[in-house]
């Protein structure tokens, strides 16, 4: 009798075991994560790579090493073209066109200035506080002065193009860091901006005012360093151009600015 107690526990017994196993079964594959191989790292993911040299976000900073900028969408019709020579006769007839154009581009900037007071409008707090003549004036300014980038643009590819004499060479890279060191007249892009769309600009009294003050303080000593770099860049030209190609060297500015009041020399 006790035998057959104890055979019919082992067969309960049995039978609780299999059916928990049965219900601890693994779920079928089709909800399963695949396995990973133990030994194989987890994919890297990609990180992003700052730039080597990072740039400050100018117009002139951020022009293209190697690669003129496009025509400007403002203009005042006097932007360079980019060079599209492949020998150094037609670069230093290059160097040369852009010897004059730049001289008549400052000229024009500096005559879009002349007899003014050299001093943002006291009060102004809108572009309806400025007279039609002043607002035309800025955006004459803009458009000046986004033709001039066109020239700083020009100076990587010109250089390269123009071969390895050391003056010429110089001339080249002097006018190239003069223009760096222009810019009070990206401040005619902003003021500009300021009447076409004064609600970007606030407070609008204390944005036009810094702007125009900076460009008043500034853009005239700057532009007449360019200028003067330009017109050595002519001298060491003429040494390569023949008689029918030379450049006449541009007259130098006066050396104070052309506001009203200012001493001419």
């Given at each position: ?69 496009a025509a ?16 150094q006769?037609?670069?230093?007839d ?6 004059r ?10 005559s ?20 039609q ?34 003056a ?13 060191r ?7 892009d ?25 460009f008043?303080?500034?853009?005239y ?9 330009d ?8 040494r ?21 009041g200012?001493?001419?020399?």
């Amino acid at each position: 009798m006790m035998r057959g107690t104890v055979l019919l526990v082992s067969i309960i017994v049995a039978g609780g075991v299999r059916s928990s196993l049965e219900a601890q079964k693994a779920p079928p594959s089709s909800t399963q994560h695949p396995a990973q191989p133990a030994t194989q790292p987890p994919a890297a993911q990609p990180t992003a790579t700052a730039p080597a040299n990072p740039q400050p976000v100018t117009p002139q900073s951020t022009r293209p090493a190697s690669t003129p900028a496009a025509a400007p969408s403002y203009t005042a019709g006097l932007a360079m073209a980019a060079y599209a020579g492949s020998t150094q006769q037609e670069a230093l007839d290059y160097a040369a066109r852009l010897g004059r154009m730049l001289d008549s581009t400052i000229v024009t900037l500096v005559s879009t200035f002349r007899n003014t007071s050299g001093q943002p409008m006291i009060g102004a707090s809108s572009p309806a506080s400025l007279s039609q003549r002043e607002r035309d004036r800025w955006t004459r300014c803009r458009n000046v002065y986004w033709d001039l980038t066109t020239y700083a643009s020009a100076m990587d590819p010109l250089r390269q193009a123009l071969g390895s004499d050391p003056a010429l060479q110089r001339a080249v890279a002097d006018l190239d860091s003069a223009f760096d060191r222009s810019v009070a007249t990206v401040e005619c892009d902003n003021v500009a901006s300021m009447i076409d769309a004064p609600d970007r600009w606030t407070p609008w009294a204390d944005q036009y005012e810094s702007a125009a003050r900076h460009f008043y303080r500034d853009f005239y000593a700057q532009v007449r360093d360019v200028h003067e770099k330009d017109r050595a860049l002519v001298n060491e030209l003429n040494r390569f151009l023949g008689s029918g190609h030379r450049v006449t060297p541009p007259p130098a500015l006066p050396p104070n600015p052309p506001f009203a009041g200012a001493a001419p020399g």
